[in-house]
């Protein structure tokens, strides 16, 4: 991105937004001299129409209840410049909890006919994956990305969804029971769903039967993690997906 300043939008139709917005001040103030952050100047903004939409370069979707915000945003007329926005325009998004349900292209556990995808994502997300609210919990992760040799980051996953599979080949045919589908557009760009999918984090064995489960993703220029890490002090995700998803596009450096 070449322009001097960069407009990050929270899409604020319910849940998490505000820490969000918080978090992401936070890593601008604290970027240390001469970081790519330091010399930018970020506008961090709430975002609730389409008009706010189209003002921004990037996009957080928060954690929340992912069928209220997708009713808000439907009612809002919102949910196709969502789908322009990330899937057509490309344009960086991060989505967490919630965030990553809207914007996988399938879900399942999912309410049929009250829960409309935004998509992007080629992957099917499973909701409330490790039950209900009492189950939520807290875990190290290993994001070695973050920077060299830090300590592991402590995430915090409430009703969260994981990574069920990442989806290959071309969508075909109705998808059965609890599932639901982003809608295809006729814009979709050919190459979208084979724009290589990372594997970013999984859990670490000391999650007992859960190990190994997917709980964060990017494909270009769009990020998904199960997991809040707007509810933790700690800033360096935040900075990270400024640094190398908002000033660096969709290339992946990983
Ligand atoms: N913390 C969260 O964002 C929870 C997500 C919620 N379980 C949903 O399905 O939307």
């Given at each position: 991105m070449t322009q001097s300043k960069i407009t990050v939008g929270i899409l604020a139709l319910q849940g998490a937004f505000l820490e969000h917005k918080l978090h992401l001040q936070k890593a601008v103030r604290q970027a240390s001299p001469g970081s790519p952050l330091?010399?930018?100047?970020?506008?961090?903004v709430e975002v609730r129409t389409s008009?706010?939409?189209?003002?921004v370069d990037a996009l957080v979707i928060p954690g929340g209840e992912s069928t209220a915000i997708s009713l808000i945003a439907e009612r809002s007329g919102l949910l196709q410049p969502l789908r322009q926005f990330a899937r057509v325009d490309r344009k960086p998004v991060w989505g967490t909890c919630a965030g990553l349900i809207l914007l996988s292209?399938?879900?399942?556990?999912?309410?049929?006919?009250?829960?409309?995808?935004i998509g992007g994502l080629h992957v099917r997300c499973q909701r409330n994956h490790f039950g209900r609210q009492t189950e939520s919990f807290?875990?190290?992760?290993s994001l070695p990305f973050v920077g060299d040799g830090e300590p592991p980051f402590r995430a915090v996953f409430i009703r969260a969804p994981i990574v069920e599979r990442v989806l290959t080949g071309a969508d075909s045919g109705d998808v059965a029971g609890d599932v639901v589908r982003a809608p295809k557009l006729d814009a979709d760009a050919d190459d979208y769903k084979i724009t290589p999918i990372e594997i970013i984090a999984s859990l670490p064995t000391t999650q007992g039967k859960e190990a190994g489960d997917i709980v964060a993703v990017r494909q270009g220029n769009i990020f998904g993690t199960s997991f809040h890490p707007e509810l933790t002090p700690?800033?360096?995700?935040?900075?990270?997906?400024?640094?190398?998803?908002v000033l660096g596009g969709g290339e992946s450096r990983i």
């Open positions: 330091d010399t930018t100047k970020f506008e961090i008009e706010q939409l189209a003002s292209d399938e879900a399942s556990k999912a309410k049929k006919g009250g829960q409309e995808l807290e875990c190290d992760l700690d800033v360096r995700l935040h900075r990270w997906w400024l640094q190398e998803c």
